[in-house]
C-alpha cells in the first residue's frame, strides 16, 4: 500500500461474472459486479410485430443520468437543495424561478433521458419495466388476467409475482412461496388480456386509482 503497510493477505467474499471495470481519475482500478440491471426498454417490430427488449444495466442508466445532470448545471438550472432554501427564504422567488425553469428541465430530461423512449432500428417503442413496476396481463401459466409486479430482471427475461402476493420469494427452505413466473418480452406480447390488448404497464394510486401509461 502507498502507506508502505504490507497487505499480506486478501479475502475474496464472492465471485464477479461479467464485471464493469472503472479506472479512477485516482490512479485506482475498481470492479463492480454488472448483474444489477435498472429497467428493459421493450420494443416491437414495425414489420412482424414480435415484441424485444434491451435491458439497461445500472451502469449505463448512472452514465445517462450523470449526462443529464450536466446538462441541467450547464444551462444555470438551480440544484434541488439551492431550490428547497429559496424556497424557505422567498417562497415568491421561489415560484417564479420554477416556472422559469419548467420548460429547460422539460427538454433536457427529453433530450438526456434515463429511458431510452425513441422508436429505433425499425422497432417501435411500447414500454419500459423496472423492479417494482405493474403490468396488466394475463398470468404464464393459468392464464387469468391481473396485475403483476416486476421483481427481478434479467436479459431477456422479465420476472413477475401477482401484486395481491405478499409471501416470501421461492428458496431452499421456504415453505408456500409466493407466485412466481418470467417471461420473455415475446411471450409477454402473446399474454395480452385478448387478442386485441397487448400487455400495458399501469400505475395503481394509493386509493386504488388505476392509470394506464403509454410508452412509458
Not at 6 to 22: K, Y
Not at 69 to 95: D, F, I, W
Request: aromatic residues 6%; hydrophobic residues 30%.
Amino acid at each position: 500500500m502507498s502507506s508502505g503497510v504490507p497487505i499480506r493477505s486478501i479475502r475474496i467474499g464472492i465471485v464477479i461474472g461479467d464485471a464493469v471495470t472503472i479506472h479512477g481519475k485516482d490512479g485506482v482500478t475498481r470492479f463492480y459486479e454488472s448483474d444489477n440491471n435498472h429497467h428493459t426498454e421493450i420494443l416491437k417490430d414495425k414489420k412482424t410485430g414480435k415484441w424485444s427488449g434491451d435491458t439497461v444495466r445500472m451502469k449505463e442508466a448512472s452514465e445517462r443520468n450523470i449526462e443529464r445532470l450536466r446538462a441541467l448545471k450547464k444551462a444555470g438550472v438551480h440544484t434541488a437543495r439551492e431550490m428547497r432554501k429559496l424556497k424557505k427564504e422567498n417562497h415568491k422567488s421561489y415560484q417564479q424561478v420554477r416556472e422559469q425553469y419548467k420548460p429547460i428541465i422539460r427538454e433536457i430530461n427529453q433530450k438526456h433521458a434515463i429511458v431510452n423512449r425513441n422508436d429505433r432500428d425499425g422497432k417501435e417503442f411500447i414500454m419500459s419495466l423496472a423492479i417494482g413496476e405493474t403490468v396488466y396481463m394475463r398470468h404464464k401459466k393459468n392464464k387469468e388476467t391481473g396485475y403483476f409486479v416486476v421483481f427481478k430482471l434479467d436479459k431477456g427475461k422479465i420476472y413477475l409475482t401477482p401484486h395481491w402476493d405478499a409471501r416470501r420469494a421461492k428458496a431452499a427452505g421456504i415453505n408456500n412461496p409466493r407466485d412466481e413466473f418470467y417471461v420473455s418480452p415475446s411471450q409477454m406480447r402473446d399474454l395480452g388480456v385478448d387478442k386485441d390488448k397487448p400487455p400495458c404497464k399501469v400505475r395503481v394510486g394509493p386509493l386504488g386509482d388505476l392509470k394506464v401509461l403509454v410508452r412509458d
